[in-house]
């Protein structure tokens, strides 16, 4: 059966609400993205991923609901007006990497609307071909958007969106022979040349084509792989200037700035929507616990949406300052302090991923409760918790 649009019927609303959230604007930030059509992955299930890079070191997750559809996304911590990645009940799940080059030069433009955008993306949009509709008809009004978008839905379709103040350019996975898409803070339709990140883009590229050719390319192996990577090539060593154990982060995928990692984990036809899995990383992945998330569920664990402050980010953050001691040098890792980390929280993200996998084989046969969901999400998040507490300096 074809799915009605959310969006198609409600343009007019949809409008108005860019219209007005358009007049405010925040920092842009800086991230490294990828996304993948089934046939890439190993499991035959679309995949979308983010990195986000910013300032904005106090990171949450909310849940809230809009009319008949309800979505989960990363915030600014007590911010809800805008997400920087989620997903909603209805499979379609988006994100964004900057890309100033998509200013037209000349052009009088203000780039800070993505997390607004992004929001109203997931209160009226069901699939990538609704979102592209959303694109279409703000493109005469203007956005104070420039960016790469990634959206999955839960019809499999993977498409990232080159999106400047009033034109897009769409690019499917399905439509390239690997598949698979990477972008960084730059487009391939460049209308100037403020682009940057293309070491991360050409590394994540790396990465993904790797796991696409031995058929490993799944939401784990992002996140234990690509997500925490801080490969870094030799031109960009400088060795004389970097003390032993000691690793620049400033170019690598997981970098210094790197305040949380997203990655969606699509369903496949005939699943619930609501069974897409949302895999958080509230944290510098390098030294954080990833944990699973559905919109059927309801809610949030309290440990991931705090007052202020949510308690598993706080955690997370006190282990990044333990690997990071320079503070004249941000982004300078202690490699042998990371080491240790990584070797006392690996086993905990195992037990996560394989308990999470066991949960979805059992409801993809026999849908849950939402309180069932609800509770084992909360236990995974208490699991995270404990294990980032028990490491002391």
């Known amino acids: ?192 040349s403020e682009g940057y990140g293309r070491h991360r883009y050409a590394r994540a590229e790396e990465m993904f084509g790797l796991a696409r050719i031995n058929n490993h390319l799944t939401a784990r192996y992002v996140v234990e792989n690509v997500a925490n990577d801080i490969f870094l090539a030799d031109t960009l060593i400088k060795r004389k200037e970097i003390p032993a154990g000691i690793h620049k982060t400033a170019d690598t995928i997981n970098r210094f700035r790197t305040v949380a990692s997203a990655v969606f984990e699509g369903v496949q036809p005939g699943e619930d929507p609501r069974l897409t899995t949302f895999w958080i990383t509230l944290g510098e992945p390098i030294v954080s616990v990833s944990i699973p998330l559905w919109t059927y569920a309801g809610c949030v664990p309290d440990l991931l949406d705090g007052n202020g402050d949510a308690p598993l980010n706080r955690e997370f953050r006190r282990l990044k300052a333990l690997v990071y001691p320079d503070t004249l040098n941000a982004s300078h890792l202690d490699t042998q302090q990371t080491l240790s980390i990584r070797e006392s929280i690996n086993s905990t993200q195992a037990k996560i991923f394989k308990q999470t996998e066991k949960k979805l084989t059992a409801w993809r046969k026999n849908p849950p409760t939402a309180i069932e969901v609800a509770d084992f999400q909360k236990k995974m998040a208490e699991m995270a918790f404990r294990a980032a507490r028990k490491i002391r300096k």
Not at 23 to 52: D, F, M, S, V, Y
Not at 68 to 76: D, H, Q, R
Not at 92 to 107: Q, R, Y
Not at 173 to 178: G, S
């Open 1 to 192: 059966m074809k799915r009605k649009s959310v969006f198609r019927s409600r343009v007019v609303p949809v409008v108005s609400v860019l219209i007005i959230v358009m007049a405010i604007g925040l920092a842009a930030e800086e991230c490294t993205t990828g996304l993948a059509a089934p046939r890439a992955t190993a499991n035959q299930r679309a995949l979308l991923w983010k990195n986000r890079d910013s300032s904005f070191e106090k990171n949450e997750v909310t849940f809230l609901r809009s009319r008949s559809v309800s979505y989960l996304g990363i915030i600014n911590a007590d911010d809800t007006t805008q997400i920087w990645a989620g997903v909603n009940s209805h499979g379609f799940a988006i994100m964004n990497a900057e890309a100033l080059d998509m200013a037209v030069p000349g052009e009088e433009t203000q780039y800070d609307d993505e997390g607004y955008l992004m929001k109203t993306a997931l209160i009226w949009c069901s699939t990538a071909d609704d979102f592209e509709t959303m694109l279409k008809v703000t493109d005469p009004i203007g956005r104070k958007v420039t960016s790469n978008f990634g959206v999955i839905d839960s019809t499999g379709r993977a498409a990232f969106f080159e999106v400047g103040n009033r034109e897009y350019f769409r690019f499917d996975a399905d439509k390239v022979d690997k598949t698979y898409l990477i972008r960084a803070n730059f487009t391939f339709n460049a209308r100037s």
